[in-house]
């Protein structure tokens, strides 16, 4: 059964609650507002407008938003780049890259260089209308030609995860005139506007992509958006600096022109402790990644926004192909081992919703909530598959065994790049309540150049691995469980599951006419992965933004979560920061 998805934006401005912002009907959901509401607390306020900020024109009174200053911004993780795949990437790319469309807070998209789009009978021609005005801080023009150089160097490695998104779709582009451009598919995508609206598809500038090396576009990607990269010392901060010529924001923006302040200094803060406490002390104006242990303060003291994500919530994936998970019965087993809720509310202090699905986080469309939860904490069940399966066996520390093979798992995650401190306490805690099934979990924390240098990507190298993937729709699906083959590697499916039959549904709803048979075939296809079991949910990935009130107008874009600070401004002539 799929219900409606919760609204990603959660906002409490000093009330000290869990507040869901209201969003209107979508397509598939089979339940009202109301039951959706009684989710969680209630009675709490909001400056947020419909699609999920601030509106600085209230909030700035009769002067107006204060022009000027530094703003002090605390960051978990580092980029590997300002653009890329991984979803700290698609964070900084958001400040200086533009997209085509901008995702909403209902769901929908809103013009930004698009103005206008429309799509042939058929579904395999998008023809995109694009704004006249708009040039690269190299003073290329963003016209069609670019648009179209953009789709071929996305699909052509310039980006892995916009590579993923529309790999097996995309066909070409072909520029009709200047400012209109015609997407050609090989296949019908029904989110195709959706997908769009990711920062994975910032636009940057043909000339920059061809003039300059790898590593000066890695580090100072030239786009059209807010802010340029001013200076990237690695480990300590990124500056970003003012686009003065910024009159191009999205529809959904709080304001049009440039940003109002300065820049920003976004610091790198991988303490815990010492990013909270540098908001407490005033040193930074912003942080992101509010610890579980200070969310409640956060709610008291500062304005306080946690966005919960879309696409596949943060997961064990098991390894389908080779070792213990080969045995679908195995993997059920370990599904059902494991209280994972009362875990997930211990280890972040009930701040991070529990997520019951290993394929769909509850926050994105189409989620079916009844394949969700299909394997509720039930030991005896357990440890009746595993009895099923042949693990009768009991070595001397409680192990299971089967034919003189320890039922042991190498369990492999990144430990602050995919895995924060507090998920860290997640992961330690399944280890532990796993043993009472007889499991033996053996954690191996890779960091993260082990993680994203691929040695943990083969079928030898692990047999559960944690992750997630953000998307603003269900065909994340397709990204997770397209089978790997030779001709058409997909390093995406760490689960290794080869399934027709799963594929076939996943493209039957990405390739559906309407959005009823778009979430029936979702809807199937959940059913289908909760049946085999090849993953198993935690929690639902999510980004949380705490801010001293002597800034506003900062907020949580929809589609992944970044901040955008296009909007935001100075409350006072006090507070406002400038460079040293």
């Not at 605390?74 to 795949?85: A, D, T, V, Y």
């Not at 192909?321 to 280890?347: C, H, M, P, W, Y």
């Not at 997520?355 to 357990?382: I, K, M, V």
Request: with cysteine; proline share 6%; aromatic share 10%.
């Amino acid at each position: 059964m799929s219900t409606p998805r919760l609204s990603n934006v959660v906002r409490a401005e000093r009330t000290g609650s869990f507040c869901p912002q209201s969003e209107p009907h979508r397509r598939g959901w089979v339940v009202t507002s109301l039951i959706l509401a009684s989710l969680f607390l209630t009675s709490c306020t909001s400056s947020a407008q419909p699609d999920g900020g601030p509106d600085p024109a209230a909030l700035a009174g009769t002067e107006g938003p204060r022009q000027g200053g530094i703003i002090e911004y605390g960051h978990l993780q580092e980029p590997n780049c300002i653009f890329g795949g991984w979803i700290q990437e698609n964070f900084t790319a958001r400040q200086v890259l533009d997209n085509l469309v901008s995702h909403t807070e209902d769901g929908g998209v809103v013009p930004w260089i698009a103005t206008d789009w429309s799509v042939s009978d058929d579904g395999l021609v998008w023809t995109l209308e694009l704004r006249d005005d708009v040039h690269f801080t190299d003073g290329t023009r963003l016209d069609a030609a670019a648009v179209a150089y953009n789709f071929d160097y996305w699909l052509d490695g310039g980006n892995s995860t916009a590579a993923a998104h529309l790999g097996g779709f995309y066909d070409h582009s072909e520029v009709v005139d200047e400012d209109t451009v015609e997407v050609h598919l090989s296949a019908p995508f029904s989110p195709f506007l959706s997908t769009i609206s990711q920062s994975y598809f910032g636009l940057q500038s043909p000339t920059a992509l061809e003039n300059r090396s790898d590593e000066e576009n890695c580090r100072q990607p030239i786009g059209s958006g807010p802010f340029t990269v001013k200076e990237w010392k690695r480990g300590e901060y990124i500056e970003f600096a003012r686009n003065d010529d910024y009159h191009w924001a999205p529809k959904n923006a709080r304001h049009q022109g440039p940003a109002y302040v300065d820049g920003i200094r976004w610091n790198i803060i991988p303490d815990n402790t010492s990013r909270y406490g540098s908001l407490v002390s005033g040193e930074t104006d912003v942080i992101g990644e509010v610890p579980a242990v200070n969310i409640d303060d956060a709610r008291q003291q500062f304005d306080f926004t946690q966005y919960i994500t879309p696409g596949r919530p943060v997961v064990i994936n098991l390894n389908t192909e080779q070792g213990i998970f080969t045995d679908q019965t195995v993997r059920q087993a370990l599904s059902f081992a494991t209280d994972r809720k009362a875990n997930v509310e211990s280890a972040f202090l009930g701040t991070v919703p529990f997520e019951p699905s290993g394929y769909l986080s509850q926050s994105t469309p189409d989620y079916d909530s009844e394949a969700a939860n299909q394997y509720p904490f039930d030991l005896d069940r357990a440890r009746h598959l595993l009895d099923e399966a042949g693990w009768t066996g009991r070595d001397a520390d409680g192990t299971r065994t089967k034919n003189g093979q320890r039922l042991q798992v190498t369990f492999v995650y990144g430990l602050n790049s995919i895995i924060t401190p507090d998920g860290n306490t997640v992961i330690q805690n399944f280890q532990e309540q796993a043993r009472a099934a007889g499991f033996d979990i053996v954690l191996r924390p890779a960091t993260q150049s082990e993680f994203f240098s691929g040695a943990f990507s083969t079928p030898d190298s692990y047999d559960a691995q944690v992750g997630y993937w953000t998307s603003p729709h269900a065909g994340i699906l397709n990204i997770n469980y397209r089978p790997s083959t030779e001709e058409s590697p997909n390093g995406a499916n760490t689960t290794f599951l080869n399934n027709p039959e799963v594929f076939h549904t996943i493209q039957a709803a990405l390739r559906a006419p309407t959005p009823g048979e778009v979430t029936e075939h979702f809807s199937t296809a959940q059913q289908q992965l909760s049946d085999l079991a090849p993953a198993i949910g935690l929690y639902t990935q999510t980004n949380t933004l705490a801010v001293d009130d002597t800034v506003t107008g900062v907020w949580l874009e929809p589609a992944q979560g970044g901040p955008v600070f296009h909007d935001a401004y100075f409350t006072s002539a006090a507070a406002v920061r400038t460079e040293d």
